[in-house]
């Protein structure tokens, strides 16, 4: 017998019954599907906060716990004894895959990473300085003009080919997009390369293949900065039915391009209130200045009349400490170290971190700090352009919204997305 909810409606004392959808964590879902037709009325959820959208068994999390889970695995286990590319065929696969498998898989995208050639008359169409964000949207839709025959795909192979060329892809595509925005001759990836070291390698190096000096004054990319720049995109991979992956998932709804729903992804996270956010973090330390002044900062933060809101603390989902930003703090602290990092926005944000994780107004609020605070200022150690932050994003985030994807167009039961409204026009 089914487990079910019981709605009255008090102007008419009609009641109306419901089933109750049984989840394997977390809340319970009331199916309320035939609500409308039942009942003649629509349900109100502004943001969506009360709605699920969608089934799903890729990615689970609890907020008030801090809790985040890929495929039943805490996102703990994976950021510290797993690569980046195990956890995207985890995703992809539902498994982890063994040495072979996971050579083959490395391989794969090494070759795949190569764009065609066509493709780059794309880029010389967008003004110089053009943010790498805009730039990478458009080049990621383009290349559904060039692999046209994903739009009907009908096999699992079919499904893991289109995803591991998208995301051997998106790397090279951030890349160009930003060596475009300063004007520098792009560097095609090498095969002979890592997923995350080609990243940082297309990123840094001269035409020849010569590396530019790097913070220390080291042409090597040192391991400790692929290291951490691998973890980043393992903690960017999934995060449930967020404002982009919603995106992704009501573009598939139209039966469009793979490839475009994943540039809609792309465009929807650019926004400051969502992948953005690390950008704007750094752009407020550098306004704050110096250690100084963080007190200032921290009372207009307070000041229910000042319009200054502080970036990178609290999130719509975590009540609790994000658990990704946990990670982030200990690998934060380890690059200070080994890399003899000392740097002026680093004591600024150690400083805005002292005060928030110890002042009550913060604490009363849960306003913790989030993966964008600690995201931006590891990037920045990392020498890389704030521009790049939010790509950087983006190459984390594909496995999770092309993992997204493929589970909405095998899943029969799924519609066009098409929510209502409450009307309170003339």
Not at 117 to 131: M, Q
Not at 149 to 160: F, L, R, T
Request: charged share 25%.
């Amino acid at each position: 017998m089914k487990n079910t909810i019981t709605m009255t409606d008090n102007s008419t004392q009609k009641s109306y019954e419901f089933n109750i959808l049984d989840s394997t964590r977390g809340p319970n879902a009331v199916d309320i599907s035939t609500f409308y037709s039942e009942t003649g009325m629509f349900t109100y959820d502004n943001g969506f906060s009360s709605t699920a959208s969608c089934k799903s068994d890729i990615t689970f999390i609890d907020g008030a716990k801090g809790e985040l889970r890929y495929r039943g695995i805490e996102i703990e286990e994976l950021a510290k004894e797993h690569s980046y590319l195990e956890v995207c065929y985890l995703l992809l696969n539902s498994k982890f895959p063994t040495e072979k498998e996971l050579k083959k898989f490395d391989l794969e995208l090494r070759h795949r990473s190569l764009i065609h050639e066509n493709l780059l008359h794309l880029f010389a169409a967008f003004p110089s300085g053009a943010h790498p964000m805009a730039t990478l949207s458009a080049a990621t839709a383009a290349l559904s003009t060039f692999y046209y025959d994903h739009i009907e795909i009908a096999n699992e192979k079919g499904y893991q080919e289109m995803a591991r060329r998208i995301i051997a892809k998106i790397p090279t595509l951030a890349a160009f997009a930003y060596r475009h925005s300063i004007g520098a001759p792009f560097i095609h990836p090498d095969i002979d390369r890592s997923y995350t070291e080609n990243f940082l390698y297309m990123l840094r190096a001269y035409p020849g293949g010569k590396m530019h000096r790097g913070m220390n004054g080291e042409e090597k990319i040192k391991d400790i900065e692929i290291k951490a720049l691998d973890t980043i995109f393992t903690l960017h991979a999934d995060h449930e039915q967020n404002a982009s992956t919603t995106t992704v998932r009501g573009v598939a709804s139209t039966g469009a391009h793979p490839y475009v729903a994943i540039s809609a992804g792309i465009s929807a996270l650019w926004g400051r209130a969502h992948g953005g956010a690390n950008e704007s973090v750094i752009l407020q330390l550098e306004m704050i200045g110096s250690v100084e002044n963080v007190d200032k900062y921290i009372a207009k933060a307070k000041d229910s009349n000042d319009p200054f809101r502080l970036m990178g603390f609290g999130h719509r989902v975590y009540k609790n400490f994000d658990p990704r930003a946990k990670i982030l703090k200990g690998l934060q602290d380890q690059l200070k170290s080994e890399l003899k990092l000392d740097s002026r926005l680093m004591e600024i944000a150690e400083k805005v971190e002292e005060i928030a994780l110890s002042d009550e107004y913060f604490i009363s609020r849960k306003l913790y700090p989030n993966i964008d605070f600690y995201s931006g200022v590891i990037l920045t150690a990392l020498g890389i352009p704030k521009s790049m932050f939010t790509p950087v994003f983006v190459i984390g985030r594909t496995t999770g919204w092309i993992t997204q994807w493929m589970e909405f167009k095998k899943d029969k039961s799924m519609k066009i997305a098409r929510p209502r409204q409450l009307y309170t026009g003339k």
